[in-house]
């Protein structure tokens, strides 16, 4: 019997567009992670595999010894998934996998949206990032240019202004973040990862810090911020890695100076617990931390 996509109902577009999105973003599924997901049964499953690979039969190749479906080096992904709905998914858990374009309100106005990678790249990343492997990449940096590189990858990271990938960057020995929008090309590298090169080992990342915010102390009327972050007894109390406080404190343009000089004209937050400095990765991007 001829299957085509225009016969199959709207479950069943939803299943093969999970196993689709599987397969593309992490490299693998399993007919228990369909059964999981859309409470079917192990009947079911399989015959939704069978439609997947009947629709596209140079997409997946069952793996015995794991008993998974594993992504072919030919695939051709069935649906369409815009990048907006894909990195919002991968954050926030898989849906449908149904990925359709968000459609703009014309009286609710929100901010003008983060530039989003490549489809390709994200998924590239996603499948080193699950298959914990490391990646040969072709990036260009603003401070030296389009440089290959050989990165392993454990995190996608939106940090307010652009989407990133927590790495260890094998040329440095360091572990630092990569703009994703800056990767032109990726290649599975043939060299197996080292333990130190895991996120086990990355300092920042693992360490969480506290940060302690209050209005700035020139504002007139300070309640007014109180209100703007619901604060609780005049301050905010944040937990977050130390990796990525950075990017919050310049994100939300909070004076971490010495005596709060910047002035509520730039910075309407102060930072109270200053000692945390010591602590965060890339003060170089915090507003006064240098002073």
Sequence with gaps: MLISMDNLSHAQRQRLAFIDFSLQYFGQVSRQDLISKFATGLAAATRDFQSYRTLAPNNMRLVHQTKCYHRLPEFKALFTHEPEAILHGLAKGFGDGLSHPIEPSGV????IGLIHPDTETIAALMRAIQGKQALAIEYVSVSSGKKSREIVPHALVNNGQRWHVRAFDRANQVFTDFV????????????????????????????????????????????A???????????LTLNCRASLAGYLLRQWSVDCSAKHKIGSGVCQ???????????IEHLTIVPGAKS
């Design 180 to 223: 994703v929008t800056r990767i032109k090309t990726t290649a599975i590298s043939e060299t197996s990862v080292k333990f130190v090169e895991t996120c086990a080992n990355d300092k920042y990342w693992q360490q969480e810090v506290q940060l302690e915010l209050i209005p700035h102390p020139s504002m007139a009327h300070p309640e």
């Design 225 to 235: 911020i109180e209100l703007d972050y619901q604060m609780v007894n005049k301050r």
């Design 269 to 279: 937050l102060a930072l109270a617990n200053r000692d945390v400095l010591q602590h």
């Design 108 to 111: 609710c106005i929100d901010a």
